[in-house]
């Protein structure tokens, strides 16, 4: 099976600009995630879909960062605008009621 | 609420030496257990999971990982470590009968050396 796909792999941003990230996930998997990954840190889940309903946002800062999962199949994750605390990999992952969590490559941001 | 705690952030090892990475996690319900890695550039991939049954759970690869609720441990072994095993090894958690966040620790870089 293809995995979760994101895109775009690297983006390097200027700060107070907005940016956008896409997530495709696996075929099926009804439940999204995205998550935030510092460096030398573990991800920190931004939020979590079900279907097309978001159903926790509680760690999304949502002053500007916001995201979308139209028909409940892709994804995307915005920041507008940017500052320098948003450099991170921002990793999305998908999952089914009997599939563990399956994650993408990731998204590294760098914002100068 | 869960947490997860990966006290060693780096762990160096010589090739085929056998290795340990430790983890404890923290919850007043029943959990999941999961160890993640993370190859170079890469993005984070199942290792093993403990869900239900034999508290010894294995991977594909070798790694092997033991449920022990006593202490609230689920460390990582494997008794002889090859080049192809440096990565970063992450430990999680999540609610069990739950579909629920998963919840990561810090992680653990595991650095193979020749």
């Known amino acids: 099976e293809a995995g979760v796909v994101q895109s775009p792999r690297y983006k390097i941003i200027e700060k107070k600009q907005p940016v956008a990230f896409w997530c495709n996930p696996i075929s099926g998997h009804n439940t999204l995630y995205w998550y935030r990954q510092n460096l030398g840190q573990g991800p920190e889940l931004l939020i979590r879909y079900e279907n097309e309903e978001a159903v926790d946002d509680s760690q999304l800062p949502k002053d500007r960062f916001s995201a979308e999962r139209l028909k409940g199949v892709d994804s995307t994750l915005k920041i507008q605008p940017a500052e320098l605390g948003d450099s991170a990999v921002y990793l999305c992952?998908?999952?089914?009621?009997?599939?563990?969590?399956?994650f993408g490559n990731g998204t590294r941001l760098t914002v100068t | 609420a869960q947490s997860v705690t990966q006290l060693d952030s780096q762990v160096p090892v010589f090739e085929e030496a056998p290795v340990e990475l430790r983890c404890n996690y923290s919850s007043s319900v029943s959990v999941y257990l999961f160890w993640y890695v993370q190859y170079p550039n890469q993005g984070l991939q199942l290792l093993l999971k403990?869900?239900?049954?034999?508290?010894l759970v294995e991977s594909i690869n070798g790694f092997e990982a033991e449920f022990n609720k006593s202490q609230t441990s689920f460390h990582l072994r494997k008794p002889s470590v090859h080049i192809s095993d440096t990565a970063e090894y992450f430990c999680?958690?999540?609610?069990?009968?739950?579909?629920?966040?998963?919840?990561f620790g810090k992680g653990t870089r595991l650095h193979i050396l020749p």
């Open positions: 999680a958690v999540s609610r069990m009968n739950r579909d629920d966040k998963i919840i």
């Open positions: 992952a998908s999952s089914s009621l009997n599939s563990p969590l399956h």
């Open positions: 403990y869900l239900s049954g034999s508290t």
